[in-house]
């Protein structure tokens, strides 16, 4: 049993004697079901918050600044992440996995970007897009064989974005062409993240182009089908973590690998869709933690660094900055944990998920620039890492949906409930 499967059943176990011995004692209904804070989580999720924060610390910090200047991920980190039982956290316990909530992946999402985003983006999209993909869309035979697999290690790729369709995901020209007991996919893909170190590939083609976007499928398809790195990216920021072309040349993929099975040709759309929902709050997660991790290195500095005979971080000027970006984010957080729930609670969240990654990116570039400024000189070198922060912050308003498509999204809705 892996660390956070172990954690996940003591908390059960801890909660289940609670729970007998509080029936020994009256509790009034008003108070058995008054509302939460957004900050209140369960056992469980703190002691995953407690044990992700000290890999973080202890694994992953040491390794930063080396994997951000080869551009490279230290492959000892993604199997520690394996190790851990971060990749599989939603996952059945039958497949392998923590069996835990969604808020315990964002918690673990949220911490290790406070440390490293590349390592924080791994294991967002393997746990928020390809793991759920193949929970809620995949057929049973699927989830058998490929869920275990992406618990214990082997990551996974989602691959949608083409060098025609970013924003506009559905004008894909990957074609998949039926031949019997088989497809054979021809095309390419861009912007892939994980896609260098990944061996299960989540790809979407269209199997009839007439029909347009009800033409799109999902696929399964194993790295050794064929799949090719075409390039990898030289990035600004989140070096570590690979983005990647791929190319797709008469790939041949079993009947069987068409994710949910023979009726769902077509119906990839949905998949993508509902999706990339879920997968904004995990970028949320990703960039609340990252400005919570540039403000922690700054402020640490500023109660440390003495000018004019005490620490800068007494004078008022400097207070008064620590608060607005406190401030906000804490706002972030709150919209991030509010989305989140909202979608274990089988709410509606697409206007709350959108709002949580757009807002959330828009305060990790703010924390992670006024970082650098309240570090001075020293911000500005790579030594202390803070500016890693704010190079890493720059994805969070374009992956996943950029800051535009969130504030249509989210104008839709005011649209429709005003109109």
């Known amino acids: 049993m892996n660390r956070f499967a172990s954690i996940a059943a003591r908390a059960s176990r801890q909660a289940s004697s609670r729970a007998v011995a509080n029936r020994s004692f009256s509790v009034s209904a008003r108070a058995a079901n008054a509302p939460s804070s957004l900050h209140t989580f369960t056992e469980e999720e703190e002691m995953l918050r407690e044990s992700v924060r000290r890999f973080a610390i202890d694994v992953v910090g040491p390794k930063v600044r080396e994997m951000d200047e080869k551009e490279n991920m230290d492959p000892a980190i993604i199997k520690g992440l394996f190790d851990q039982g971060l990749m599989g956290i939603e996952t059945s316990a039958d497949h392998g996995g923590a069996e835990s909530s969604f808020t315990s992946a964002i918690i673990a999402i949220e911490e290790l970007a406070k440390v490293d985003p590349s390592v924080s983006v791994m294991c967002d999209v393997h746990n928020t897009i390809v793991n759920t993909v193949f929970r809620l869309y995949g057929t049973q035979a699927q989830k058998d064989k490929y869920l275990p697999q992406l618990s214990e290690k082997k990551l996974g790729s989602f ?37 260098y170190e990944a061996e299960i590939f989540l790809v979407f083609a269209n199997v009839d182009p007439s029909k347009g976007y ?32 791929l190319n797709f040349d008469d790939v041949k993929v079993p009947i069987e690998n068409v994710m949910g099975g023979e009726e769902a040709i077509g119906k990839g759309y949905k998949i993508a869709i509902e999706i990339l929902n879920e997968g904004r709050i995990g970028i949320a997660a990703q960039m609340i933690g990252l ?39 804490e706002a972030a957080k ?30 990790a570039q703010k924390a992670a620039g006024s970082a650098i400024e309240w570090a001075g000189g020293v911000g500005f070198t790579r030594e202390t890492g803070i500016e890693k922060f704010w190079r890493d912050s720059k994805i969070g308003a374009i992956y996943e949906g950029t800051s535009n498509i969130q504030l249509n999204t989210i104008a839709k809705f005011i649209q429709k409930e005003y109109s």
């Open 214 to 245: 009800k033409g799109i499928t999902c696929f399964i398809v194993d790295k050794d089908m064929g799949v090719q790195i075409a390039k990898k990216e030289e990035k600004l920021g989140i070096r570590a973590s690979s983005t990647c072309s």
């Open 334 to 363: 709150l919209l991030t944990y509010n989305a989140a729930r909202r979608k274990e609670e089988g709410k509606s969240f697409t206007k709350e998920a959108a709002m949580a990654k757009y807002y959330s990116s828009v305060v």
């Open 159 to 195: 691959c949608l974005s083409e060098s025609s369709s970013g924003s506009d995901a559905f004008a894909l020209q990957t074609r998949a062409e039926r031949k019997g007991d088989h497809f054979v996919l021809n095309g390419s893909k861009m912007w892939i993240t994980n896609s």
């Open 291 to 329: 400005a919570q991790g540039a403000f922690d290195k700054a402020v640490t500095y500023a109660f440390q660094r003495k000018q004019f005979g005490k620490v800068i971080g007494e004078f008022q000027g400097m207070g008064f900055q620590f608060a607005e970006i406190a401030t906000e984010i």
